[in-house]
């Protein structure tokens, strides 16, 4: 394998001192520009803030854009049984009728996005999942910030938090040297928790019996894909295919053949907004950590050769297939789980599946715990209670050991099994959404984030148009407001 490797003994080596070009200071400053940044950074300058947002592409989206982690994952609960329906149609059947738990910043993406024809609703039809264009989100994203009045850094990725004395400091490295940014609160929304840590917040990696974290994959578009002659094949092999699964029997004896080499005994795959597309979600890379640059550099490599080995399998073995090719893949392999940042509560499984509720909720998610095995094939599923929602307190967006400094994301403070239902996409928005409210509401009332009163957060919220459930917002009282806000 021609990739370079840990070497057996680490050593290391000391750097000289070097200076950095500063650019500037914010109220709030907001790391990662992916759905959780977004919501971050759209609703801290809603709420007055200067904000800048700093992404480490050249484009905004996260895994969305940059992993191409579509669909958008359903943030509904499930308020009927799920009805039989048509399994061809390359969205999940196994949704029941629902009620959306997410709204806000969430809400305001989608309706750009499909005003512009860069997506579709969520519906019992899609499974309330919401295919989306990568591209046209991109473009949807930069509009939102823009209007917002959100200043942005691409190109940059943080390194070093160096906490002042009213402040922290954040070091970017840039193709311009070292770049440093000053704010009053800092907004983690890098998917791995990577200033969080970096300021001193304990974290844990994997889950607690051997340290394993989900697999990661590289997703990739399928275009030219005549649906009408898979749906067919369905039609004539009901048992080979749910609803954007299945193809066991071919993938077996392909494996057999020695034409697949995957740790997974099924192909997944869904519908896009176009047509004659399908987004493959089928590359799987045990035993890599995301915060390792030795694990992502094998990770990138195996997923490639696997996306080629699928590709070539769909082509010569699955009908609709015959002409299609890849269009695009990531741009880099998406990451499930890295850092779990540990904060002043953690969020369990029991709290998921219990649909526990607490007082200082700021989001909510009915997502089921989705664990992709780490050691290799099989995924655990399990519901939330029907027509329930579990809450996410303002706790678990509190780093341990930090001040002037909130997570938002997959990386807040949660356990394992806890982690595999929060990280999908439109609950890291609202955990996002909520973490630039209490930044910038932090900043209003000059002090720590940590002593920002919870209601605070959640009538800021309601306001902004986030969901919260009934009763939450009732003892909420008025925001503190005046001319002295942001001086």
Request: overall charge negative; aromatic content about 6%.
């Amino acid at each position: 394998m021609p990739i370079l490797t840990q070497p057996d003994k680490p050593s290391t080596v000391v750097l000289p001192p070097r200076e950095a070009a500063y650019a500037g200071v914010a109220d709030v400053l907001v790391v990662g520009g992916g759905p959780a940044g977004l919501g971050a950074a759209l609703a801290a300058a809603d709420a007055g803030a200067d904000v800048i947002l700093v992404e480490r592409y050249g484009f905004l989206g996260g895994n969305a854009t940059v992993a191409l982690v579509m669909p958008l994952m359903s943030f509904h609960n499930e308020m009927q049984q799920a009805e039989e329906g048509d399994s061809a149609r390359l969205l999940p059947t196994d949704h029941g009728r629902g009620e959306p738990v997410v709204a806000g910043v969430v809400s305001r993406l989608l309706d750009r996005l499909a005003q512009r024809g860069g997506a579709i609703p969520p519906s019992v039809e899609t499974g309330y999942t919401v295919p989306f264009d990568p591209e046209i989100f991109k473009l949807v994203a930069l509009d939102l910030l823009d209007e917002a009045g959100v200043r942005l850094l691409l190109h940059a990725f943080a390194s070093t938090v160096l906490p002042l004395e009213d402040a922290q400091r954040v070091v970017f490295e840039t193709k311009s040297g070292p770049v440093v940014i000053d704010a009053q609160v800092v907004v983690d929304c890098t998917g791995d928790g990577d200033v969080a840590a970096a300021a001193g917040a304990p974290y844990e990696i994997g889950r607690r019996e051997d340290g394993l974290v989900q697999p990661m994959t590289l997703m990739f578009r399928v275009v030219d894909f005549q649906q009408p002659d898979f749906a067919a094949y369905v039609r004539e092999h009901p048992d080979q295919w749910r609803g954007v699964h299945g193809l066991w029997d071919l993938v077996k004896e392909a494996t057999e053949h020695g034409e697949l080499v995957l740790p997974r005994e099924d192909i997944l795959f869904f519908a896009t907004p176009h047509p004659r597309e399908v987004s493959v979600n089928s590359t799987r890379i045990t035993r890599a950590f995301g915060t390792s640059v030795w694990d992502l550099t094998r990770a990138e490599y195996v997923a490639r050769r696997q996306m080629e080995q699928i590709d070539r399998f769909l082509c010569q073995h699955v009908p609709g297939f015959e002409g299609s090719y890849i269009a695009q893949s990531g741009v880099q392999i998406g990451v499930r789980e890295s850092r779990r940042i540990l904060g002043d509560y953690q969020l369990t499984g029991h709290d998921i599946l219990a649909a526990q509720h607490f007082p200082d909720a700021i989001a909510h998610g009915a997502y089921p715990v989705d664990i992709h095995n780490p050691r290799g094939t099989g995924t655990t599923l399990r519901r939330v209670p029907r027509g329930k929602m579990y809450d996410i307190p303002l706790r678990c967006l509190m780093p341990r050991d930090t001040e002037r400094m909130l997570v938002a994301g997959r990386c807040i403070s949660g356990t394992h099994v806890a982690h595999s239902s929060y990280r999908v996409m439109p609950i890291a928005m609202a955990t996002g959404q909520a973490a630039g409210v209490c930044a910038a509401l932090a900043v209003r009332m000059g002090r720590n984030p940590r002593k920002v009163p919870a209601a605070w957060v959640q009538r800021e919220l309601v306001k902004q148009g986030a969901y919260l459930r009934e009763g939450i917002s009732a003892e909420s009282g008025s925001v503190p407001q005046g001319p002295t806000a942001f001086p």
